[in-house]
């Protein structure tokens, strides 16, 4: 004698359809925070002591004996500043990222040729990484004398070409790129790079 199944049977279709709303709720837990619109903004004001660049200004590509192509970006503090408003003094803008290696080696270069003269602005512009990371990792290397800058989007490195890092341009005091190394800097090619601005 056959006993009969007392389980409620549920249509195949209708089991198919409850696996696959469960597989995409997970699907979509997992991609829900790496969405655009749902991504948090780098945090403008606060410890992380990083200026945040917010928008591109006028200006073409980076090349030498040109304008340094501007660009808006928020100080720490609140304010908005563009790169233009560092005019009448040299500036050095020198690409990098946590991961780069030689980054890491030539950054306390740049620091000390910042500490030796306040006169020319020495601007760190990191390629899109978190501004907690940028300040933990400063803070590491006791980096005090370079100015962070967070690129969002690595519209600032697009636009100023920026194919490998460290990149480095030095802008005289009229805005106007007169030297660019491209690769590790030692003592020599930054003190090549200073006299071209000075």
Known sequence: MQVADARPRIA??????IVVAILAATVAAFLWPSLPFNRAQPSVVGPTKVDVITRQLEG??????????????????GRTL???SYR?????????ATWCVPCKTEMPLLDQAAAADPRTR????DLDEDGATIRGYL?????????????VGLQTS???????VPSTFFVDAGGT???????????SKLRTGLDAVR
Request: hydrophobic share 45%; glycine share 8%; aromatic share 10%.
């Open 12 to 17: 195949r279709p209708l089991a198919l359809g």
């Open 60 to 77: 073409g590509g980076a090349t030498v004996g040109q304008p340094a192509p501007d660009f808006e970006f928020v100080a720490p503090d």
């Open 82 to 84: 563009r790169l233009s």
């Open 88 to 96: 009448g003094r040299p500036l050095v803008l020198s690409f990098w």
């Open 122 to 125: 020495f601007l760190a512009v």
């Open 139 to 151: 803070d590491q290397l006791r980096i005090a004398h370079l100015e962070p800058m967070l690129d």
């Open 158 to 164: 697009y636009r100023y070409d920026v194919v490998s």
């Open 177 to 187: 790129i007169r030297h660019v190394q491209t690769g590790q800097l030692d003592a």
